[in-house]
């Protein structure tokens, strides 16, 4: 069974930096995308950032281009969210997710997909 376990929240002050970490477990081969979603209160969820296990190709949403960096350690089964230049829009719960892969011609995941397995979230909150 995947389990995803995200770690790394907490208090930051606009301008600071964080660093998430998903650790995975379950995966029985390296065909599946990872990816951060944040839901903020009272929005609704939005994907931040993907990648893919195998080629590590990465996708952003435009919100965070430039500031976040996405990441992936294989032998250590863990995916970071490097998250730079924080700001109080940036507050959200923050949850990874794991997408298996239905076809070797994906070569990018974006966050329409349908993400197969969830992590329980960390909060991240971002003080002006």
């Known amino acids: 069974e995947v389990q995803l376990v995200e770690s790394g929240g907490g208090l930051v002050q606009s301008g600071g930096s964080l660093r998430l970490s998903c650790a995975a477990s379950?995966?029985?081969?390296?065909?599946?995308?990872i990816a951060w979603f944040r839901r903020a209160p009272g929005k609704e969820r939005e994907g931040v950032a993907s990648?893919?296990?195998?080629?590590?190709?990465?996708y952003y949403a435009d919100s965070v281009k430039g500031r976040f960096t996405i990441s992936r350690d294989n032998a250590k089964n863990t995916v970071y969210l490097q998250m730079n230049n924080l700001k109080p829009e940036d507050t959200a719960v923050y949850y990874c997710?794991?997408?298996?892969?239905?076809?070797?011609?994906?070569?990018?995941?974006?966050?329409?997909?349908?993400?197969?397995?969830w992590g329980q979230g960390t909060q991240v909150t971002v003080s002006s």
């Open positions: 379950g995966f029985t081969s390296d065909d599946y995308a």
């Open positions: 997710a794991a997408h298996k892969l239905r076809s070797v011609m994906v070569v990018v995941a974006t966050f329409s997909i349908e993400y197969d397995y």
């Open positions: 990648i893919m296990l195998r080629g590590a190709s990465t």
